[in-house]
Every structure is written in structure tokens, then in C-alpha cells.
């Protein structure tokens, strides 16, 4: 983020905000939520702004633009404990710094194009705040002026729930976006992000989740333990096979599975940490060997998996990062203190990390040296960490009041 | 058709005979007699029946308590079949038929099992209706409700309470039991030998024998067997779906052990007539019953087309389903509930004929809030709630249970 020139005709003006020590909050106004940091007198000048902000003010106060988004752009959104109203955050994933926020209705779904081109959310909205007439829409934000380029209405069907990333997604061309209904019957909603319109409802069996293959098909996790594929035309006809169960009816699937979708590659594990790949990059459902994340001595030792996002997937290296800590039998929505990397072909375990901290959620960007990102709920913050060597690199806090889910770009 | 009801009746003469044979007693040993007796009712179990109870059983036995002597309670409650009527009509097992040749009833033949735990008619100060006996609960009482059938013309077709005393007083053991029971004097007045008969015969269905607790369901809560997976699934459904709104007692207080599976409410599910039963009852394509407002006992026209929640308890055996017999299957009884949930043109369907489910007799007054709130019943799910529902048949009558679907 840069900080515009200024003149000299409010050069005064602002100097002496800037003593009065409200300065900052120009700056939360241009550019979202900065690291404030204030004593509790309000008359310290924000440290954070150093010396270019004491010496060179600015006058003209503009509407800031984040930078294009690159591998590290994350998007993490806090349902604040399923309130109205609701935020997504865009950080900079290599800092943590904060550079914008989007508002949301109740329960929205984040997504986020994966050549980085837009990012977005599934909202819906009461007229009365919580209450009154209903109204589900998606909107499409671009990811650097956080302006909406797309307000597309749907009809009011999305599934109020706990935010599952895997529950609204975009297709591998961004074209599309499919997001789940689930009541009063499974169906999944198509829309058209190209032209901004809504498509139609596709009736599906009583499966779960969207993970789309191609950009005419997705897969679905059902209750038998199959997973289902549903191919569709344009206009949202469909038809759906089904693979035979590939999990036990006792083996119980985490509801926030980690797909990479430019690798097609599926990792689900279930709350005793066995982890189920399946690979849909040939667009059918390709099951390989399930493997254990603890061993038999850990899992006497009542290690077991546990938060809300606890499962991450790195394309290249095929490393499995999942959150894990000892615990009694369900407490899986509990949160971590360390995770497991293990090598999703082989099963093997590449390392452990201690991240020190109460962790809900992890995810990894994708590039070559992925950064670990660690979301705590309880204290509302973001860690950053090395995923190799598990060293904090940085932190954010102040990220709602209860944010849950992260959304890292899959460049 | 009569010579078969006659028929019939003579078989059943044998059946009761070989079912309460044992309690059939020289009048001086029933005298003399201990209180309790021994008596094999069922071949699950033993029953003691009490004297009265034992009059109630034989009464509910004796054809000669209806008009031409064809047929008595348990012909129509026959209960090798749970006490629901197995015989085949024009119009199928929807709807009974009666003492005169080509009498037919107009609704469906209920179970007696657990019909004593029946609470009275009450009208509660939320304006809800609860209890009563009958589809439509113009019965407070077993009692009450045992009148009806003997002076039913549709039904057993006696003129009146006197004749009902007249046919008791041509038994001479009757005698001797009416008056051991109902003091010397019963006879001197044809309403007390009425009501005795009803007493007794109210008596004896509140036995054990009508209560037996003994389904899979409850040797489950009892330990003794597992659920299937399916079962189980049923159940939670049961539990979290709208069935629970309705098909859960305000009685028991939570008290899973004795639970009958209704509320005892009163609902307009919306179901269309049953046209054969319909038009074979003779009361013409204009007439609507309008059940718990089609008496006397509640004139609130906002109770039209209510009916009264049946308790699921040997469901699977007791078919054909609803207040009129409409759908021959369990699984379609539990289908019809998608009609008001899901969005699937099929859910619009009676799978039994092909076609619309068709109007509600009765559109007004319709249950919404638990017929249309919330979620419909995938297929696998309908299959579930079938195996649990199934798992509420009580023992002895395991072996009736068609095919899962059937």
C-alpha cells in the first residue's frame, strides 16, 4: 500500500490531527483495518505509522486498492458466531497485514477465483436484519478495489450452516459458481458468473459438498458413503453416477475436507485422523490408500483431530498438514495445538509442529516455500508460520469477533 | 356375502374358543373360583384375567351381540391381526363390513392394542383437543366406545341397549356372571345390563393382553436386542423429523417405556377420500366426513378434518392406512408426507395408482406448521422410518409383517 503525496494548504490541519492522535483513523477509513495500536489515552501516535506518516502527511484522503493478488493472498472470513452480519478479510499472507475487507450477511459462504481474478461470498440478507423477507444473492468483489463487479440474485435456498468452504465453490475456468442447498431436498444452485445470472437448481441425491472436476462436473460426498459425480449442461440439466462407499458407515468424514482443484486432488480425513485421498483429476473418483496420521501409540494416547479447517493440502509436494491434539472422544470442533504433515501418496509423516498456540483452522499457500497459516478462533488471530521449520513468522489480530475460515488463492 | 360372514363367524366361534377356552367355566366354579385365573390368551404369554374381564373377553366373542348373529367385536378387531379387521370387502381391508349384508362402514378399522391408555376427550385452555376414543374421539372411554358398534346399524346393528340385555339374559352362564359381578338386581333394568356389558367388555381389552409392550423396540430400550443400523437411522429420524411433532405422547413425560407413538391430538393431514370405501358405504359423493367436527361432541367448524394421531404401535400389521384405509402401504403412508415438503414432481404422487394424491376432503384446517415445516424424506430415509415403524409390532404379531415396501 502506498500513501499519497500532499499539499501544503492542509499540511497544518493535518499535523495537528496527527498530534490529536486521530490520524489513525483516516487511515482505517482508506485502508480498512490497520494495526492500530493506541494506548488507552488515545494521544500516542500509532507506531505502525512511522516516520513517512509523521513527516510527509497527506491531504487528500483517497479510497486505497490492495495489490493484484499473488500466491500469498489469503481471504478469512468470521461468521462471528453465526451473527447477521459478517466480515471477509483480505490479508497479505506474507505479513498478515490486513488489505481491505468485504461485509456480509448471515452464514456467507467466501470464494475465491483461482487465477485471482475475483474473490466473493455467498450472502444472504433479511430485511429486518434478522428477520423479515429473505434474500440470497452472490456477489463478486474484485480483489484489488474491493469494489462488487457482480451482485447476482438466487433463489433463497443456501444452506445456513456453520461455514463449510467446500459448500459454495467457483469452477476450474471461474466461470461458474455452485453452492448448496439443503433443504427441504438436496439440490445444487448454478450460477453464471460470466454473465451474473442465476441458471437453475440441480436436483442431486442425498449427498453433500461440491468439488468440481471440469467446468461441466462435480463431485458430492453422499450419505451412503459413496461420492456421487454430477455432470450438467448449461442449462443446469444433469446426470449423476454414483461410486460404490468407499468409507465405513462408523468412519466419520470431518465436514471441512481440503480439495485442490487444479490438482483434483481430495483429502478427507475423519475424526480418529485416517485420511481418505481421492483423486478426481481424471474425472472419476479415484480412491488411494487410506492412511493414519497417528500411530497406534498415539492414538492410545488419545491424540485425535480436532478445530474447525483442520485440514490443508499442498498441490505440489503432496504434503497433508492436519490439526491434531490430544483429547477425549468428540471434542473434534475443539480447537489444535499442532499439526501433522504427512506425504498424501505414501502416508509418511514429514514432521510435527508445535504451533504454540489454540488453532481452529490451517490452510498453505501454494507456492514453493508454503506459508503455514493458523487461524485462532478464541483469540481472533491469524499466525503465519514456516511450514518447513514451524517458526512464527508473523501475526494479525483483531479478525472479528469469531473467525473461523480461510480461503488461500491456488495460484 | 352372508353365507361367507356367517362362515367366518363360525370359525371365529372356534378361534375364541380355542383362545379363552380354558376361562369358559361352570358358573359355580367361576363362583367359587380365586380371583385371578390362569388364562394362555396369546401363545406369547400368560394372562391373569379377572372375572370381569373374563365376561369382557367372552362377550367380545359372542356374535349374538349383533342383530343377525354374524358377527361380534372381534370380527371386525380380530386379534390374530392385532385387532384390526382382516377381512376383504369390495373396497380391500379400507373399511369394515357390517351385520347386515352390504352394511359397510365409511372408516378404517382401528387397532385395540394400547386403545385403554387412551386418555378422555379433553379440550385443553390452548384450545387444543386431545384423547377420546374413535378416529374423531366422540368416545371418552373404553366403555363409552363399546356402545357404538353393538347399535351401530352399520356395524353389529342391534335396535338398542334392551336388546343387547335381551341376548345376555338368553345365556344362562351370562346370568350367573352378570349378576355375581353387577349385583342381583342387573337385570331389572336393560340399560345396567348395557352398561355392564360395555364395563366388561372395556375391562377386558384394558388386560395386558392389549398391552404388551413386547416389540422389538422395546425389548431394545430394554437391552435385550440392538436396532439394525437401518432401524436406527429410522429412529433418529423419526426423532428429529416432523413425525416427532405429532407422533410423540404429551402423556408419558418422557417415559420411552410405555410410549404410544401419539399425541392423542387431533390433525387434518389433508388426505383425499378413499373413493371405493367411499362410494361403498352408501353415503354419496357429497358427503365429507369432517371427523372431529362430524358429531355432536366439538362443534367448532375449526376442528374440521381433524383426526385423531393413531398410535404406530404394530403399524406394519394394521394396514390399510389412515382414518379411511386410502393407501394399502406403510411406505406410502409415510411417502404422503413429501407431498408437503419436497420439490419432486414424483412427491406429487400416490405410488399406489399412479396418479395425484388428490384433494384433501377437508382442505381447510390443514396441520401447515408440521406438515410444511422443514425437510423432505429422501428414499433411503422413508426406508428407515419404514424399519423402525416396523419395529414397533409387538411379538405375537412379528410374523403378519409383509415385506419391507410391501
Redesign the interface.
Known sequence: MTHNSTTSETLKKYRNALLGGVASLVLIGAAGVANAQQGPSGAEVPKQLGAQATSELEDTPVILSAPAPDARRLYITDPAHFATTTRTFTVDGNDGKVLGMIDGGFLTNPFAATDGSYFGQASTVYSRVARGKRDDYIEVYDPKSHEVIADIDIPESRFLVGTYPWMTTVTPDNKSLLFYQ??????VGLVDIENKKFVSMI?V??CYHIFPSANDAFFMHC??GSMAKVTYGKDGKAEITQSKPFHG?EEYLINTPAYSMKAGQLVWPTYDGKIFPVDLSSGEAKFGTPFDVFTEEERKDNWRVGGWQPVAYHRDSGEVYLLGDQRAKWTHKYPSRFVFVHDVKTGKRLRKIDLGHDIDSIAVSQDKNPALYALSTGEKKLYILDSQSGKEVSSTDELGHGPQVMIAHDN | MKAETVARGGAEQNNWKRRIGVIILPALAVLTAPLFLNVPTSASQNVQLKPIEQLGARLFFDTNLSKNRTQSCATCHNPEYAFTDPRESAAGRAVSMGDEAGAMGDRNTPTLMYSHMTPPLTKHENGKITGGLFWDGRADNLQEQAKGPMLNPLEMNMPDGASVAERIRENADYAVLFKQLFGDDVFSDPEKVFDAAAQALAAYQSTAEFSPFDSKYDRVLRGEEKFT?LEDFGRQVFLTWNCQLCHRPIRSGGDLSTELFTSFEYHNIGLPVNPKARELSGKGSDYVDTGLNSGTHVADPAQAGKFKVATLRNVAVTGPYMHNGVFDKLRTSIEFYNKY????PAAQINPETGKPWGDAEVPENLSTFQLKT???L?D??IKALEAFLRTLTDKRYEHLMPEMGQ
Do not use: H, N, V
Not at chain 1, 439443503?182 to 439440490?187: G, L, R
Not at chain 2, 415438503?341 to 419432486?344: E, H, K, V
Open positions: 439443503f433443504t427441504p431436498s438436496p439440490q436436483d441425491p442425498d450419505r451412503d458407515e | 443400523s415438503t419436497s420439490l419432486q422443514g425437510l423432505a429422501s433411503y430415509r
